[in-house]
């Protein structure tokens, strides 16, 4: 039972990434998801969440208008759409769920907490 976030690279300033959180071992059709990010010497940051039925879209304020979160059930996974990338979103990307919105938001005492991948932007 685990979530294993993918997609992450290294890409130039102002290119695009599509970063994917798969969940084997359970269903995600029931649990909100979010991405953290976590960049060397930076606390955490919460990037973007969904619910478990999209009526609910989170993003931060650093990321709203460039970032797009998405799910797809039938594949038990959700995406982060990340265009026009900057140089500070370079940092390990997290995802985790839980069936309660509210803790995917926070990102505390959430049921799954998923292994990163690493965005570089940098030219």
């Known amino acids: 039972v685990q979530l294993q976030a993918s997609g992450g690279g290294l890409v130039q300033p102002g290119g695009s990434l599509r970063l994917s959180c798969v969940a084997s071992g359970f269903t995600l059709d029931y649990y909100a998801v979010g991405w953290f990010r976590q960049a060397p010497g930076k606390e955490r940051e919460g990037v973007s969440c969904i619910s478990s039925n999209e009526g609910f879209t989170y993003y931060s304020d650093s990321v709203k208008g460039r970032f797009t979160i998405s799910r797809d059930n039938a594949k038990n996974t959700v995406y982060l759409q990340m265009n026009r990338l900057k140089p500070e979103d370079t940092a390990v990307y997290y995802c985790?769920?839980?069936?309660?919105?509210?803790?995917?938001?926070?990102?505390?005492?959430?049921?799954?907490w998923g292994q990163g991948t690493l965005v570089t932007v940098s030219s």
């Open positions: 985790v769920a839980d069936t309660r919105f509210h803790k995917v938001v926070a990102g505390t005492e959430v049921d799954y």
